[in-house]
């Protein structure tokens, strides 16, 4: 792990030096971007700690779901169960990882493209932190916990208790509104903006129809995800902005977050109005 954060703060080191030679829109900080970064995996290991240690439903538990305590946007999904639109799901979710590589094409972009990447891991550490927490935290059956052909231990098992909300749509949705937003402030003036955020808009929305077909979430968790990935997406890029004077990030401590006794450390931000 020492060896990992040694590496980081180097590419860190050499993104911004980099950053610091070509014309950008955007600007970074070594400090307040190693802290953005190191604090958001801090996060994402502790969401993941919680998920871990979920329990599942007891059967009793089980018994007691009904269909009818269900919103009713989201009752239709309810019993949803489809392998193939799981497996399929992850097709576009991986592949939505790889499209800031198409900044390698533009010139300005892949002359700042070690700045991008900074951004791009600093969004999706967040998306992540937000979800791993949030899913670690929030007990809510998915769609195919009432699906009653399925196994009852598939049924009871713990990462059946998570659907709140769809990290898989979530980080799609970050990493695709991600790619439309440093296209646009790179070439503000392209015709091809508006299909480069349908693009943005479209993959996730696919990707959050295959989760709630395949009984992973119900529309609602895919509305959230896709919202929270969304504004990510968009916010990281915004707020390192050369001309936005608005935002402040400085490092923040806690300890005992959530009750685990764990001592944290992550990052604060404040905007002026």
């Not at 899913?135 to 208790?161: I, T």
């Not at 993959?203 to 895919?222: C, E, I, M, Q, S």
């Not at 995800?225 to 997406?233: E, M, N, P, S, W």
């Amino acid at each position: 792990m020492k060896n990992y954060i040694c590496l980081l703060f180097i590419c860190l080191v050499s993104f911004n030096v980099i950053a610091q030679e070509t014309n950008s829109p955007y600007e970074t900080n070594f400090w307040q971007d190693a802290t953005w970064i190191t604090g958001g995996i801090g996060l994402n290991v502790l969401g993941v700690y919680t998920i871990q240690n979920k329990p599942g439903l007891s059967e009793a538990d089980l018994a007691a779901l009904d269909r009818d305590n269900i919103w009713k946007i989201d009752r239709r999904a309810a019993g949803n169960y489809s392998k193939k639109a799981d497996e399929l799901s992850y097709l576009p979710f991986f592949g939505s990882f790889a499209t800031p590589l198409l900044f390698l094409a533009g010139e300005d972009e892949r002359k700042n493209f070690g700045q991008i990447s900074v951004l791009f891991v600093e969004t999706m550490a967040t998306t992540g932190a937000a979800f791993s927490i949030t899913a670690g935290a929030v007990e809510k059956s998915r769609p195919l916990v009432y699906n009653e052909d399925l196994p009852m231990e598939e049924r009871l098992d713990n990462d059946a208790q998570r659907s709140f909300f769809a990290g898989h749509t979530a980080a799609t949705a970050a990493a695709t509104f991600f790619t439309a937003k440093v296209f646009h402030d790179f070439n503000p003036d392209s015709p091809a903006i508006p299909y480069v955020w349908a693009g943005a808009i479209a993959v996730p929305a696919y990707v959050g129809y295959l989760r709630t077909k395949a009984g992973k979430h119900f529309l609602t968790d895919n509305i959230i995800g896709f919202g929270i990935g969304a504004a990510c997406g968009i916010l990281v890029p915004e707020i390192h902005k050369v001309d936005n004077k608005n935002v402040e990030i400085y490092p923040t401590a806690g300890y005992n977050l959530l009750g685990t006794g764990i001592d944290t450390k992550g990052i604060g931000m404040t905007y002026s109005f």
